[in-house]
């Protein structure tokens, strides 16, 4: 009897049993859903093995379309030798239906860096999620950058998170407190309360498929990010301790939290050791090919994910 574990869009495995020998898992694209063979796990990371982790690539405002098609070719071989993650990167509009189209067959998906909240309008300059859904299945919302620079409120990401749902996007939801609010010691208040926007109006269930990712705004491109134990502890309480009064320890369980903020080779061990950790929103190190590579090498490795 084989077992087959199968990846679904919650985060959550579905285990199969089987008599004879299995079929592979057939290769996905970035707009379909993506299946992996799970890797066995050190017993160390038992406890929170239902949530698989999660690298995305936030490449911001960088790259043409030749750059970026020419990006994801470079990676595409050595990413998909990595297993046991889900791997995301979220190019530039102007470049998602040429990425999907160089990722097609691949077990790497494809994100979009905003979106609008309505099908279609008179709203300038604005993408819809239908404009996205052929191309993407991941949307990031609510980032700091947006927050700080294009008036985005909890409100509106909420609205955003709602919209993203109701057309089978996963959200990759950022929260995370600027440099004076950390020193005033109202990470927890500022945290919690951009957690309950975000979902508000949510059921248990699509709560439970969300990715939120923590970013401490002092820390994004500096070039000084947290220590991984202080960020574990604010996703700990802040995070998933807001999820787990809004809708039980059950779901709290199940969403998966990424770091983000100066996220490097050289420092992703630090965070992706710590149990709440469960991934990396990486901004600059995205654009280096061997970077990011290197990123979700060595997070597989921190989580005791064997190929």
């Known amino acids: 009897m084989k077992k087959r574990r199968i990846l679904k869009p919650d985060g959550r495995y579905l285990i199969l049993y089987e ?7 057939a290769p996905v694209g970035s707009g379909a859903t993506l299946a992996y063979n799970r890797p066995e796990l050190t017993s160390t990371h038992r406890s929170n093995a239902m949530r698989t982790p999660i690298i995305a690539g936030n490449w911001k405002m960088y790259k043409t379309v030749e750059e970026s098609v020419a990006l994801v070719k470079a990676m595409r071989p ?3 030798a990595i297993g046991g993650i889900e791997k995301v990167v979220c190019p530039p ?5 040429h990425v999907a189209e160089a990722l097609r067959g691949s ?7 905003d979106m609008f909240w309505k099908d279609e309008g008179a709203y300038t300059g604005e993408v819809s999620p239908l404009m996205l859904k052929p191309f993407c299945r991941y949307v990031i919302l609510g980032h700091s ?10 409100e509106t990401v909420n609205l955003k998170v709602k919209a993203a749902l109701a057309h089978g996007l996963i959200p990759i939801v950022c929260v995370g407190e600027n440099l ?6 109202q990470t927890q208040e500022v945290v ?14 699509e709560a439970a498929g969300i990715v939120i990712a923590y970013e401490p705004v002092w820390a994004i491109g500096t070039g000084k990010p947290a220590t991984g134990e202080g960020a574990n502890a604010t996703i700990k309480t802040a995070v998933r301790g807001t999820v787990a009064r809004l809708f039980g320890e059950s ?32 901004g600059g190190a995205s654009l280096k090919a061997e970077d990011f590579v290197a990123i979700v090498r060595l997070s597989a490795e921190a989580k005791g994910l064997r190929r």
């Open 180 to 185: 004076a609010q950390n020193e005033a010691g």
């Open 19 to 25: 008599f004879g020998e299995p079929e592979p898992p």
């Open 78 to 80: 050595a990413l998909e």
């Open 107 to 113: 077990t790497i998906g494809v994100g979009a860096q």
């Open 251 to 282: 779901v709290a369980d199940r969403v998966r939290v990424q770091y983000g903020g100066s996220v490097k080779p050289g420092n992703i061990a630090e965070f992706m050791s710590q149990p709440d950790i469960d991934g990396a929103l990486v």
């Open 93 to 97: 509009f102007l470049s998602l239906p």
């Open 145 to 154: 950058e947006r927050r700080q620079y294009f008036g985005e409120t909890d």
């Open 192 to 205: 919690e309360a951009q957690v309950r926007g975000a979902l508000a109006g949510l059921t248990a269930e």
